[in-house]
């Protein structure tokens, strides 16, 4: 039995650039963690724009607990990286 395919995450946001890393330090050189375009849209909705979890969601497309377990992960990643001194790289799963 497969998963049910993935509901489709409408994402406004833009990427800027395809990474952002600690400077001075060559980016084959650290540690990368991958950022996809649904966590970076739920981190900008939510933290940057001061939207709630439902409306995030709404704007998305997706349930609000979708939005909460994205945005968990993407918390943890973008925390991770700062932190450790790694490279976030933006992936657009759409390209893949």
Known sequence: MSPRPKKIRNCQG???GKAFKPTGVPITEIQQVELYRDELEALRLCDGEGMTQEEAGQSMGVSRGTIQRIITVAR???SRALTDGHAII???EENE
Request: proline share 0%.
């Open 14 to 16: 833009k990427f800027c």
């Open 76 to 78: 943890k990643k973008t």
């Open 90 to 92: 933006f992936v657009d």
